[in-house]
């Protein structure tokens, strides 16, 4: 069930009403996550159901020590691994040379870390483990955040879905923001990325032959996944806080990083996040080497976390490809400020977006032939600068829209900061949620002639 789908917005209505005024309000939050799960189809839910249980069994019957780590590392992994990778392992590819299965469980990745995260999290201490099959099946369910993220911590959002099953959930007032995040997030998906998605497709079908559309598709497509997955997490968001539940943040307007570190702490957060804490942190920290050799394994550590993050997000080699970069970016960017002199922030911020535009096409390539292909037109400059391009706007047009592209991140920017939140407390009121919810159906209700699924399902 799309987030930007009139049967999202009536099931998102119906379970707020039913969380004002009705009881058993837990219950209703399960049913209306399986509604929105069911709508994936028979086979999605039942794998969903399927490794809900199988989590649930290894906290009942496996200690909370190092075997429950190890069993949900098995069952967890393994699912992903069985469903995500088995084509990649086997070495299948579609007729695009790609090893992503178009079968493959909506959101099983996202959901199966956020598994993963709360059995290591309980065996060590952070928090204390669900008490109920029931709290432990919302805390997977919780549908806005189930298909793509946030990928929640149990200490997030557990207390309160506890609170809600003890019915003493404390009732939320900023219904304002709310409703804004889910408007802010609709004009991302359904206004700017649904608009640049046919462009992007086009120029990607078949590598370009000239740089200036090999440039161009690629700076597009930054900003398609950008408006695209960021948008899902503005929806997810807001729709959680209506429903009385806070997630944590997932975006902070990413490409006014002046650093590839600095450009990931702001980029998919809840996953940076998990990596660090799950992956870099133990394999940092092992005694593995002599203690002249931690800072190699510092940053060996660095680009194996980065590669498992570039295979998390895909089947393929590409997707290899590309998290190796990026890890490797960021062992060069430490070496450079530990070494030299700090670049000045609008020259370390050109090289930060030029390096993520010019890897980016590793993620939207079909395979690692198709990528070394458009990078060769891209980055030899061939075909010059046009004059005129068939069937499209002027170059001195397209550079101007992209300038655009750039400016409403920066707006986006301004709107995150602390005053326009005290501007929504002193808005909050009927007139201005009938404005908003007014405001989102319409977006909702925008013809469209192609269905685009939010980018990231398919991860």
Same mark, same amino acid.
């Given at each position: 069930m799309a987030f930007?789908?009139? $049967?999202?917005?009536?099931?998102?209505?119906?379970?707020? $009403?039913?969380? $004002?005024?009705? @009881? /058993?309000?837990? /219950?209703?939050?399960i049913v209306?996550?399986?509604i929105f799960y069911a709508a994936a189809g028979p086979f999605d839910m039942l794998v969903f159901v399927g490794a809900v249980v199988l989590n649930w069994l290894i906290q009942v019957a496996v200690p909370a020590d190092r075997r429950r780590i190890l069993a949900a590392v098995i069952v967890n992994i393994g699912l992903i691994g069985y469903f995500k990778y088995r084509n990649m392992l086997l070495g299948e590819t579609s007729p695009a040379g790609s090893f992503i299965d178009v079968t493959l469980p909506l959101g099983i990745s996202f959901y199966s870390f956020q598994a993963l995260a709360y059995h290591i999290d309980v065996v060590r201490g952070r928090n204390g483990p669900a008490r109920s099959f029931p709290e432990f099946f919302l805390f997977?369910?919780?549908? @806005?955040?189930?298909?793509?993220?946030?990928?929640?911590r149990p200490n997030q959002t557990l207390p309160q879905i506890q609170r809600i099953f003890d019915d003493k959930s404390r009732r939320h007032r900023l219904l304002v923001?709310?409703?804004?995040?889910?408007?802010?997030?609709?004009?991302?998906?359904?206004?700017?990325?649904?608009?640049?998605?046919?462009?992007?497709?086009?120029?990607?079908?078949?590598?370009?032959?000239?740089?200036?559309?090999a440039w161009l598709g690629a700076v597009l497509f930054l900003f398609q996944i950008y408006f695209d997955f960021s948008g899902y997490s503005d929806i997810a968001i807001g729709s959680a806080y209506l429903l009385g539940i806070r997630l944590p943040r997932n975006f902070a307007t990413p490409f006014l990083a002046s650093s590839i570190q600095e450009l990931w702490q702001r980029w998919h957060i809840t996953l940076t996040l998990f990596l660090r804490d799950y992956v870099f942190l133990p394999l940092a920290d092992m005694r593995l080497v002599a203690r002249r050799y931690r800072a190699m394994q510092h940053f060996c550590a660095i680009v194996l976390t980065m590669t498992l993050c570039g295979l998390w997000h895909g089947a393929g080699w590409n997707f290899v490809l590309w998290g190796?970069?990026?890890?490797?970016?960021?062992?060069?960017?430490?070496?450079?400020?530990?070494?030299? @002199?700090?670049?000045?922030? @609008?020259?370390?911020?050109?090289?930060?977006?030029?390096?993520?535009?010019?890897?980016?096409?590793?993620?939207?390539?079909? +395979?690692?032939?198709?990528?070394? +292909?458009?990078?060769?037109?891209?980055?030899?400059?061939?075909?010059?600068?046009?004059?005129?391009?068939?069937?499209?706007?002027?170059?001195?047009?397209v550079v101007a829209g992209v300038v655009g592209l750039f400016a409403l991140h920066w707006i986006e920017f301004r709107l995150q900061q602390p005053g326009v939140l005290r501007v929504m407390r002193r808005a909050e009121g009927p007139v201005s949620r009938g404005f908003l919810s007014g405001v989102a159906l319409l977006l909702i209700l925008i013809p469209v002639t192609n269905v685009n699924p939010f980018i990231y399902f398919r991860f």
């Open positions: 930007n789908s009139l $049967a999202y917005a009536l099931l998102l209505t119906f379970t707020i $009403a039913w969380m $004002a005024i009705g @009881p /058993l309000r837990a /219950l209703m939050l209306a996550s399986l997977k369910a919780f549908f @806005p955040q189930l298909i793509a993220g946030p990928i929640v923001f709310g409703l804004s995040l889910i408007v802010l997030g609709l004009v991302k998906k359904v206004v700017l990325a649904d608009s640049l998605a046919p462009v992007v497709d086009d120029i990607f079908y078949v590598p370009p032959d000239s740089a200036y559309l190796t970069l990026q890890g490797i970016a960021m062992v060069f960017a430490a070496l450079w400020s530990r070494y030299l @002199p700090s670049p000045p922030a @609008p020259l370390g911020w050109a090289a930060t977006i030029t390096f993520f535009v010019v890897t980016l096409v590793f993620f939207r390539s079909p +395979n690692l032939g198709y990528a070394f +292909n458009y990078l060769d037109t891209m980055l030899s400059f061939r075909g010059g600068w046009p004059t005129v391009v068939d069937d499209a706007a002027p170059p001195w047009e």
